[in-house]
């Protein structure tokens, strides 16, 4: 007995290393190239999973569902449904199974977070916000210098073609910006969390006050508006969130479902004001007008079950767009309507408004589970995703989807560490054995 219990220790302390290296790695990695947040998704749910299997956890508690997961799994199971419509069965197959994928990955990796020791995940929490305030850094470094250190690794890997010139072999390529900035905000909430929670009391306004300018910074000068929105945004929830945590779970569920009532005739009034057509606003937000209002346009085609999941592109396919005089963008739907609530009412119909409407509810009152110093954090990083996704991005895109999740597992692994004892505490314990 003896012996299986030192092994079982054993592979405890490689299992607790391994999480510390995996959530250093995951947050920086991820930040500089988003498009491998599905590999780090599945190693950091992997991870997760071996420890609470090493620590004698039981299988059946992995998929133990809450209401928030019930009403994300009804939108899944609606979007393999909608293959049977859409134009592209297989693709729409496709996307519904990345989903359920993650969806499932999350639900197990977060349930068995409980069985872990709470000092292995505090050191693991501040090693993700390590690694994420290094992303943070890389990227600010990136911007100010023209992103230097990516043109000297692309002609790191130069090397003789058979004609005799120096060519590429392989040209090693970060995601864009926007994707970049994107991550570092979806990151900002669970760090704050770990650095006002786990950090030592005389550091911890020093590491918070750096790791707020890290984010801050490159997100305002990548000019990236949905990210500069999002960080705003979530700023004031937090706030909000410290004064009023249940009344700020609620609001943040009522404007969810708000913003799937008021998109569409929203949509219809600024294009009749002509806003796409006023020089004072960016053309970014410009060219959102003219795609908004053309896609709710044709969501008015199918109104009730929409054309399919992930379908946008393949309706678009042999039409040529029309772009009148003074128009910055053609009238078309895009790849996609760079808007949640659009998308979901274009490609999933009412049916699936309503469906993502109960789920990003039920989401966000499930903040309130977390403990009350957590709450303020979750809010805003449901807040961050929210505002992320109402003006950006189409909603099926593997790296989003993956990003979100495994955004939900850092602020779900800092708000375990954050229940165990104060730092001051620790450390005091710490001084006490040594002595």
């Known amino acids: 007995m003896s012996d299986i219990a030192a092994m079982r220790a054993t592979g405890l302390r490689k299992a607790g290393s391994a999480l510390i290296v995996l959530l250093f790695v995951a947050p920086l990695a991820t930040a500089v190239a988003p498009r491998l947040t599905w590999l780090f998704l599945l190693l950091l749910a992997g991870g997760l999973l071996i420890g609470f299997w090493r620590q004698g956890g039981n299988w059946r508690q992995l998929l133990r569902p809450n209401a928030a997961f019930l009403a994300?799994?009804?939108?899944?199971?609606?979007?393999?449904?909608?293959?049977?419509w859409s134009p592209e069965p297989g693709a729409t197959l496709g996307k519904a199974a990345l989903l359920l994928g993650a969806v499932l990955l999350t639900l197990a990796a977060s349930n068995?977070?409980?069985?872990?020791?709470?000092?292995?995940?505090?050191?693991a929490s501040l090693a993700f916000a390590a690694g994420a305030f290094l992303g943070a850094l890389y990227l600010l470094i990136g911007i100010l210098t023209g992103n230097a250190v990516q043109r000297a690794a692309e002609f790191a890997v130069t090397i003789d073609s058979p004609e005799g010139k120096n060519s590429f072999a392989t040209k090693f390529k970060l995601g864009s910006v926007r994707r970049n900035v994107t991550m570092l905000v979806l990151h900002l909430w669970p760090a704050l969390l770990v650095l006002t929670a786990c950090s030592k009391p005389s550091r911890r306004l020093t590491y918070t006050l750096l790791f707020l300018a890290a984010v801050a910074v490159p997100v305002f000068l990548s000019g990236r508006e949905s990210a500069q929105v999002a960080l705003i945004g979530s700023a004031l929830v937090f706030v909000a969130a410290s004064t009023w945590r249940r009344g700020m779970s609620r609001g943040l569920a009522a404007a969810w479902c708000l913003a799937f009532a008021l998109i569409l005739p929203l949509t219809f009034a600024a294009y009749r004001a002509e806003l796409h057509m006023e020089e004072w606003l960016p053309k970014s937000a410009r060219a959102r007008v003219i795609l908004w209002e053309y896609t709710a346009e044709r969501v008015l085609e199918t109104p009730w079950i929409g054309i399919g999941a992930d379908a946008t592109p393949l309706m678009r396919e042999g039409v040529t767009p029309e772009q009148p005089e003074g128009f910055v963008y053609p009238r078309t739907t895009g790849a996609h309507a760079h808007s949640l609530f659009l998308q979901v009412w274009y490609e999933l119909g009412l049916v699936g408004a309503v469906l993502v409407a109960l789920a990003g509810a039920a989401t966000a009152l499930r903040t309130t589970s977390l403990s009350p110093e957590a709450q303020p954090f979750a809010a805003a990083t449901f807040a961050t995703f929210g505002a992320s996704v109402a003006f950006a991005w189409g909603i099926w895109q593997t790296w989003l989807i993956c990003g979100v999740a495994l955004a939900l597992l850092y602020l779900l692994i800092a708000a375990h560490a954050a229940?165990?004892?104060?730092?001051?505490?620790?450390?005091?314990?710490?001084?006490?054995?040594?002595?």
């Open 72 to 84: 994300v799994l009804v939108v899944v199971l609606y979007a393999f449904i909608s293959a049977t």
């Open 419 to 435: 229940t165990g004892p104060p730092a001051s505490a620790r450390s005091g314990q710490t001084g006490s054995s040594a002595g």
């Open 112 to 123: 068995a977070i409980s069985l872990w020791d709470k000092t292995e995940l505090r050191q």
